[in-house]
Nanobody, 125 residues
Framework: VQLQACGGGLVQPGDSLRLSCAAS????????VAWFRQTPGKEREFVAA????????VYAGSVKGRFTISRDNVKNTGYLQMNTLKPEDTAVYYC???????????????????WGRGTEVTVSS
C-alpha cells in the first residue's frame, strides 16, 4: 500500500489543522493506520493510531484530548484532527500502516511496514 500525507502548514498556537493520509494500491480497510512525528535530532515518536474497525484508537499522552484520529475506509483515507496546537507540536508528521501489528506494539514505529512522506506542521506566533 502506498501512503501520502498532506495538510500540514504554518499555524499559530491554539489553531487547528487536519492532516490526511491517502492510501492506494491495496484495500485499506484491513490496516491499522498511525501517525508519528519527528523533529530534527530526535527519534520519530508515536502520536496516534486507529484500528481497521475505527473502534480502537490509541493516543500519545502529549496529544490526548487535543488530537483525534479517524478514518474513512470507503475513501481509503486516514485523518488526524489537531486542535489547540502548541509550539511543541511542531514537527514533520508521517502516516504509517500495518496489516499485522498487534495491540501492544501499536506505538512502536518498527511495527509499521508502510510509510508515507511527511507533511510539515509548524506552530508559531
Amino acid at each position: 500500500v502506498q501512503l501520502q500525507a498532506c495538510g500540514g502548514g504554518l499555524v499559530q498556537p491554539g489553531d487547528s489543522l487536519r492532516l490526511s493520509c491517502a492510501a492506494s494500491g491495496r484495500t485499506f480497510s484491513g490496516y491499522t493506520v498511525a501517525w508519528f512525528r519527528q523533529t530534527p535530532g530526535k527519534e520519530r515518536e508515536f502520536v496516534a493510531a486507529i484500528k481497521w474497525n475505527s473502534r480502537n484508537t490509541v493516543y500519545a499522552g502529549s496529544v490526548k484530548g487535543r488530537f483525534t484520529i479517524s478514518r474513512d475506509n470507503v475513501k481509503n483515507t486516514g485523518y488526524l484532527q489537531m486542535n489547540t496546537l502548541k509550539p511543541e507540536d511542531t514537527a514533520v508528521y508521517y502516516c504509517a500502516a500495518s496489516s499485522t501489528i498487534i495491540q501492544s506494539n501499536i506505538p512502536n514505529r518498527d511495527g509499521y511496514g508502510y510509510w508515507g512522506r511527511g507533511t510539515e506542521v509548524t506552530v508559531s506566533s
